[in-house]
């Protein structure tokens, strides 16, 4: 099970086997045709492909399910990015007149980096990840969720973890795919609270009163935040990470800190020393404001997210069941059921699906294979269905499928409505 | 069809129908006949007056008493209309000036006119929408309530309300939702329940309490769903006009007059490169110590620090350096050269990066928009976030590194209190012209800082001779004052349109078509 068998070198090997026997093709159609209630949604999507070497192809689309399968194992991408929905074919889009190729929709989407907390990670940096610098993402999409939910009352989300060191949701109701670019940037905007680049020391700061989406994304922080940041990043433990912490708060309170933390140790309790001196000093300011513990939590803890890939309708982002070329890992939907279990290093490789085949394709039998597609494409589904069932892949894919029934009951509850309206008249 | 000779007498009755309320939803497009002197005199005043809106808009926070006092002024000296009540005794004492209801004529007719002028591209539609929208507020929000319910209901607006059992429920959310707001405010207030997506404003601000989709907006916030009607329905008016255009645009006596009304809005255009070439890549070093604004002398060192610039750092200084002369060829060599220092190898520089640049000059895609950014911009939108070293230093510095950073640029202790404040007044253009005036040795910029090629051109201008200094000099106003004076000249065709000013202008209402 271990991933150190995954060699970037035996990429081009490994994906044509990948997109011919074990790419989920059926659902992944389903899902972009949005149950074909408008005309061409499909079709006129933007794909993205980059191939070997960083070739990036960018505007390509499909018109049926059938030529997406064919081409992409024709290119065997090393990547797949989707775009967005437009008003004509992506790959027809220099034969339209200019000005008329327009980005009409797509999911709202959200990025989360873990290179984005840098500054307030001490176990690893830049590319890395590990299980404990992971509870920042379980954080985040605990806030984003709820928050998408209950807030803007979105209901299909989809999360997906990017195959490397981060997450991504595609917000697919109908209403989030139609928003504008200001509408996303308003959403993005609210979603924001750590805000301020490499010349901003404190990033987060709280005015009273605290909106009720910052109270319940604290009581999220607030669950994971002295496992998380207190024992495992050893917050108030060394020096340097001490200084940090404190360099956030004002003088008075930091020199009182200074002076406790001399004799106690115990990062626990010296959390609890500076609850106590901001309590304190909150109960004598009669301005309101003084929330320096709670910023500190949002500014170690709360997601950080990338807006810009939120705002635009034509912005980019790898698909899900693309598979990240670093680790060799796919890009697998995340059961927020189990998320505290989610573990990234378990996420399967695709060497270790390829592995999982019964044996690898021979040429003669790969090339049978494009015989029998050709032929009957009924027998070569099933074969497929079979395939991917025997691997770790096949229980990210039955997530899916549930996400996929989930739109569709919504979808024809939707219709029932409309109909019943008409009937009205 | 267009000017046909028929004439339209407006009774005083339409004219209260019309003019009955000091503010308009403008629904109506005018009915009468007008002249073309008229025509082109209320079209310029309301131009003065959007630019106006525009230039303040930069300069001062939207909610100050400065703003609403500068606003006002203008708005008096233009003659258009701000009192609530029509013709009061006050106003026919100084009979001096236009009646109330001479200047709620002005405000509906230049309104149309503008329309005209300014649905042509989507560029300038944006333009006058942004701008009416401001104004909109800005005269809404001065309204006594009394006049602010007369004005919904004369416009047939009406929005859904809570019922006092949800509001109930929902108290303690409703109250930590708005500032200042207790039990029993939230008591008295109505709310209304409107899509999140008709109050962006509120929601990205986090203003407004948000459940299930719906934005629960107080009666003191209804501004902002009426101007999101606003918005909406001038934004389909200007579509519907741009259809009638043609039969505008084959007029000869209004053709000239709107593309020159169009024309006015942009202020100088610093994508036009006027210097094209002139600066050498060696220069730049000492050019960005000396003549360039603190976001992009930041920017600059930060790339040469880091051989690299995220996306927005790279938009923002790579516009900037097109606009101060480099050339496509010139940048191409200019980033390459500073990533290739860095983890980028060439060929991944040439793959992944060398075909954004070559969009900032226009030489790949279709869209256009790739003017240098302005202050405002800079200063409101895509704020820096992690890794990012863009954004205006003193919007989005804290203001001890801000601090630390003049001082180790060697400005007085006197001066940096001075941008410190100004800072703290959330005049952030007026910050970095005290910075301008600092490092420059003078005691007055003379001009009014909004674009941080502008803050070059003027840092050059110093710098390079005096000749032309000393003419720039007699153009006394500082800061604000001048916002009027930057008003559109007046049009080429006057001269020869005042011979024809009894000419009838026909019923403007035919280029509106109904919808
Ligand atoms: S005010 Fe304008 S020119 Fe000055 S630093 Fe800010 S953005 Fe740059
Ligand atoms: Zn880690």
Redesign the pocket.
């Given at each position: 099970m271990s991933t150190s068998d995954y060699d970037s070198a035996c990429l081009p090997d490994l994906l044509p086997l990948y997109y011919r026997r074990l790419f989920p093709y059926s659902q992944y159609y389903r899902w972009l045709s949005y149950g074909g209630v408008s005309k061409n949604y499909f079709q006129n999507r933007e794909f993205s492909f980059t191939l070997k070497d960083d070739i990036y192809v960018r505007y390509q689309s499909f018109s049926t399910q059938n030529d997406l399968e064919k081409e992409m194992q024709k290119m065997n991408p090393y990547k797949i990015d989707i775009g967005a929905v437009y008003s004509h074919r992506p790959s027809q889009h220099n034969t339209v007149k200019s000005g008329t190729f327009q980005a009409l929709e797509k999911e709202l989407v959200f990025d989360i980096d873990m290179t984005d907390y840098d500054d307030v990670r001490s176990c690893c940096s830049a590319a890395d990840i590990c299980s404990k610098c992971w509870t920042l993402m379980t954080i985040a999409i605990r806030i984003l969720d709820r928050a998408l939910r209950e807030d803007f009352g979105f209901q299909h989300l989809l999360w997906v973890y990017s195959g490397r060191r981060g997450v991504h949701c595609w917000v697919c109701d109908e209403a989030a795919r139609k928003l504008s670019v200001a509408a996303r940037s308003a959403v993005a905007e609210y979603l924001s609270l750590v805000k301020g680049g490499e010349e901003t020391v404190k990033k987060v700061v709280l005015s009273d009163p605290i909106h009720p989406f910052i109270s319940q994304s604290l009581v999220v922080v607030e669950h994971y935040f002295l496992q998380y940041a207190i024992v495992g990043q050893d917050l108030l433990g060394s020096k340097a990470s001490v200084d940090k912490v404190l360099s956030l708060l004002p003088e008075d309170i930091l020199h009182e800190l200074l002076n406790t933390y001399q004799t106690e140790k115990n990062p626990m309790k010296r959390w609890e020393h500076l609850r106590t001196a901001v309590h304190q000093k909150r109960t004598t300011i009669k301005k309101g404001g003084q929330y320096f513990d709670k910023e500190i939590m949002l500014q170690y803890c709360y997601p950080r997210l990338d807006v810009n890939v939120s705002k635009g309708v034509n912005h980019l982002l790898k698909s899900p069941f693309s598979v990240h070329p670093k680790t060799g890992r796919i890009s697998v939907p995340i059961d927020l059921k189990t998320l505290d279990k989610f573990d990234p290093f378990k996420v399967p490789t695709i060497s270790l699906i390829c592995e999982e085949l019964d044996k690898p394709l021979t040429a003669e039998e790969a090339e049978e294979e494009v015989k029998d597609k050709e032929n009957e494409t009924e027998s070569g589904e099933r074969r497929k269905l079979r395939d991917y069932k025997q691997t770790s892949l096949a229980k990210y894919v039955k997530l899916f499928d549930q996400f996929l029934d989930a739109m569709a009951r919504s979808r024809k509850g939707e219709m029932l409505k409309k109909s019943d309206l008409q009937k009205e008249f | 069809m267009l000017f046909s000779g028929r004439k339209k007498k407006v009774t005083l009755n339409q004219q209260n129908e019309l003019y009955g309320h000091c503010l308009q939803f403008y629904c109506q497009p005018p009915l009468e006949n007008i002249s073309l002197t008229e025509f082109e005199a209320f079209a310029v005043d309301r131009l003065k007056l959007l630019k106006a809106v525009e230039n303040l808009g930069v300069s001062y926070v939207k909610t100050t008493e400065q703003y609403k006092k500068k606003l006002y002024a203008e708005f008096s000296s233009l003659g258009f209309p701000h009192r609530e009540e029509a013709d009061d005794s006050s106003s026919s004492k100084n009979q001096t000036g236009p009646t109330e209801c001479e200047k709620r004529r002005k405000d509906h007719i230049s309104h149309f006119i503008l329309r005209l002028a300014y649905c042509q591209t989507e560029d300038l539609r944006r333009w006058f929408i942004q701008q009416e929208m401001d104004l909109f507020r800005y005269r809404f929000n001065e309204l006594h309530s009394k006049y602010k319910t007369e004005f919904l209901h004369k416009n047939n607006l009406k929005y859904d309300t809570i019922s006092p059992d949800e509001k109930d429920n929902l108290k303690e959310q409703l109250i930590s939702s708005s500032f200042g707001f207790s039990g029993t405010t939230v008591a008295e207030q109505d709310f209304y329940k409107v899509p999140f997506q008709d109050a962006l404003d509120l929601v990205r601000t986090r203003k407004v309490y948000l459940k299930g989709g719906y934005a629960y907006i107080p009666h003191q916030d209804i501004v902002t769903i009426v101007l999101n009607d606003f918005r909406t329905r001038l934004s389909k008016a200007l579509a519907l006009t741009a259809r009638s255009l043609p039969a505008v645009q084959s007029d000869e006596r209004l053709q000239p007059l709107l593309n020159h009304l169009s024309h006015a809005y942009v202020g100088q255009d610093y994508s036009i490169q006027k210097n094209i070439g002139k600066v050498s890549l060696e220069q730049i070093d000492p050019l960005s110590a000396k003549s360039f604004?603190?976001?992009?002398r930041q920017l600059h060192k930060a790339l040469r620090e880091n051989h690299h610039l995220r996306h927005g750092g790279r938009m923002q200084y790579g516009l900037f350096l097109k606009g101060i002369g480099l050339t496509l060829d010139q940048a191409l060599q200019f980033w390459r050269s500073e990533f290739i220092k860095g983890k980028v190898d060439a060929d991944k520089f040439d793959k992944a990066y060398a075909y954004s640049i070559r969009h900032m000059f226009g030489k790949e895609g279709k869209r256009t928009d790739y003017t240098p950014y302005s202050?405002m911009k800079?200063?409101l939108s895509n704020p820096p976030s992690q890794g990012d070293f863009h954004g205006?230093?003193?919007?989005h510095a804290d203001p001890e590194l801000l601090k630390q950073k003049l001082q180790s640029y060697k400005l007085s202790p006197g001066g940096i209190m001075q941008i410190l404040d100004l800072v703290k007044g959330m005049h952030?253009?007026l910050?970095?012209q005290k910075?301008f005036e600092l490092t420059h040795n003078i005691d007055d910029a003379g001009f009014s800082?909004n674009?941080?090629n502008q803050?070059f051109m003027e840092s050059q201008k110093l710098l390079g001779g005096g000749k032309e200094v000393k003419k720039e000099a007699e153009i006394p106003q500082k800061g604000q004052e001048n916002t009027s004076s930057n008003d559109p000249s007046v049009p080429p065709s006057r001269q020869h349109n005042t011979t024809q000013a009894v000419d009838d202008m026909g019923d403007l209402d035919s280029y509106f078509l109904d919808e």
């Open positions: - | 604004p603190l976001c992009m202050c800079v200063i205006c230093p003193f919007r952030y253009q910050a970095c910075y800082l674009h941080p803050y």
